[in-house]
T-cell receptor
C-alpha cells in the first residue's frame, strides 16, 4: 500500500482480555518497528523486525507482550491479560531496510489507541 | 546507550513568528543520523527534516531548518513564519550508524508546540 496501515484505529477492551493489533507496512519494506506512546509521553521502543532475522524483542515490557511478522508483510502485536497500564497509542513504522549503516527513513502509521477499562 | 533530551515540554508562539525547539543528545559514535518528526492530533509521525552527522551543512526544508552543532551534540529545529498547521508535538530522534538495540533509533520525549492565531 501507499502508507503504513494500522488497525483497529481505536480499541477499548476490558482488563484481563487479550488484544491483537495489526500493522500492514509499505510493500517492500523489510524493517518494521513497534512503539508504545503513553499519554503525553515520547515513543517507547517495543520490537524490531528486519527481514527474516530474529526480531529484536529487547523493548517488550513483559511476557504478556508478543509480536509476530509473516515474512516481510503484516505484523501483529498481541497483549495478553491486558492491564490498565497498557492503555496507550501503539505506533508501527516501516523502513526499506534497517541495520547498521542504513538510513532509509521511517514511515509511521496512525497508530492504534488502546484503552483498557 | 544513546539518550535524546528535549528540555522544552511545551512552547507557544504567535502565528508568523520564528520558533526554535531544542534537542541535545549523548553518544560516543562519530557517525549517526538525526531527525525531527512532527506528530499532529492525527497521531501519525511525519518526518520534518533529517541530518547526517558527517555533513557540516545544516539541513533545510522550506520553513524548517536545523542548527547542528556536532561538538556540542545539539540539534535544534527552527521554524520560520510559523503557521497554525505547525501546531503539533515535535520529536527529536537519533539513529546510530552501528545499529544495535532498537536498530539504534532513540526518540526524545517531545515538545508540544502551539501556534496562536
Amino acid at each position: 500500500g501507499a502508507g503504513v496501515s494500522q488497525s483497529p484505529s481505536n480499541k477499548v477492551t476490558e482488563k484481563g482480555k487479550d488484544v491483537e493489533l495489526r500493522c500492514d507496512p509499505i510493500s517492500g519494506h523489510t524493517a518494521l518497528y513497534w512503539y508504545r506512546q503513553r499519554l503525553g509521553q515520547g515513543l517507547e521502543f517495543l520490537i524490531y523486525f528486519q527481514g527474516n532475522s530474529a526480531p529484536d524483542k529487547s523493548g517488550l515490557p513483559s511476557d504478556r507482550f508478543s509480536a509476530e511478522r509473516t515474512g516481510e508483510s503484516v505484523s501483529t502485536l498481541t497483549i495478553q491479560r491486558t492491564q490498565q497500564e497498557d492503555s496507550a497509542v501503539y505506533l508501527c513504522a516501516s523502513s526499506l531496510r534497517g541495520g547498521a549503516g542504513t538510513n532509509y527513513g521511517y514511515t509511521f502509521g496512525s497508530g492504534t489507541r488502546l484503552t483498557v477499562v | 546507550a544513546q539518550t535524546v533530551t528535549q528540555s522544552q515540554p511545551e512552547m507557544s508562539v504567535q502565528e508568523a513568528e520564528t520558533v526554535t525547539l531544542s534537542c541535545t543528545y549523548d553518544t560516543s559514535e562519530n557517525n549517526y543520523y538525526l531527525f525531527w518528526y512532527k506528530q499532529p492530533p492525527s497521531r501519525q509521525m511525519i518526518l520534518v527534516i533529517r541530518q547526517e552527522a558527517y555533513k557540516q551543512q545544516n539541513a533545510t526544508e522550506n520553513r524548517f531548518s536545523v542548527n547542528f552543532q556536532k561538538a556540542a551534540k545539539s540539534f535544534s529545529l527552527k521554524i520560520s513564519d510559523s503557521q497554525l498547521g505547525d501546531t503539533a508535538m515535535y520529536f527529536c530522534a537519533f539513529k546510530t550508524y552501528s545499529g544495535g538495540g532498537a536498530d539504534g533509533l532513540t526518540f526524545g520525549k517531545g515538545t508540544h508546540l502551539i501556534i496562536q492565531p
